[in-house]
């Protein structure tokens, strides 16, 4: 039985140019979970501990069927409710969505199976409130960030820029994707996609 890699499916998804350029997406299935506090903070990792085992346990459901799949790239969606700039806002009022895509024939029906096992597994009250839901960002403009999360600043002008001199508005929520894993990557070896949708 041969597993999808999904990375390798949807190159366009997974990759992006060191220079803004526009991209399109359809409806897309994610496990997500939402919060609010610093990047680094309490919250922040056990929430990413809650996601991982949910999504491994449907995939382990899959392979049972098998549908086997590679979990993918951890992801997150980005806000503030301030009318300040968001790096202007302290990053304990930060609001996040994490997500980690799913294959197009996962279900709700599926996850929402797989959850009540994992919940007894790992009694975490984080995996309750995991959801399983489709996102369609349309058009957007992403770029491919590459150093530590601390020079994003830069990378995110860049695409301001662009978004301006196209005459562009925003049109959803910032969006990253964690290509490298920190705990493993030298800082100025990282690569982060950066998406923002647009209209």
């Not at 503030?80 to 799913?102: D, G, N």
């Amino acid at each position: 039985m041969s597993k999808i890699d999904l990375v390798k499916e949807n190159k366009k998804y997974y990759t992006a140019k060191n220079t803004p350029t526009i991209v399109e997406f359809g409806n897309i299935p994610y496990l997500s979970i939402e919060g609010k506090g610093e990047p680094d903070g309490e919250v922040f990792t056990k929430s990413v501990e809650a996601l991982y085992p949910l999504a491994y346990g449907v995939k382990n459901f899959c392979k049972k069927e098998k549908t086997d799949f590679g979990v993918p790239k951890l992801e997150g969606l980005w806000w503030v409710i301030s009318k300040k700039p968001a790096l202007e806002v302290p990053r304990s009022e930060w609001f996040w969505k994490l997500l980690i895509r799913m294959p197009d024939f996962v279900t709700t029906e599926m996850v929402k199976d797989v959850k009540e096992e994992v919940v007894k597994k790992k009694g975490s009250d984080l995996i309750k409130i995991i959801k399983f839901e489709i996102l369609n960002e349309h058009k957007c403009i992403q770029i491919m960030h590459n150093g530590p999360y601390s020079t994003e600043p830069a990378t995110i002008e860049n695409m301001k820029i662009f978004m301006k001199e196209n005459n562009f508005n925003e049109n959803g929520l910032h969006h990253e994707i964690y290509l490298s894993d920190p705990r493993k990557t030298a800082p100025e070896k990282m690569r982060t996609i950066l998406r923002q949708p647009i209209k």
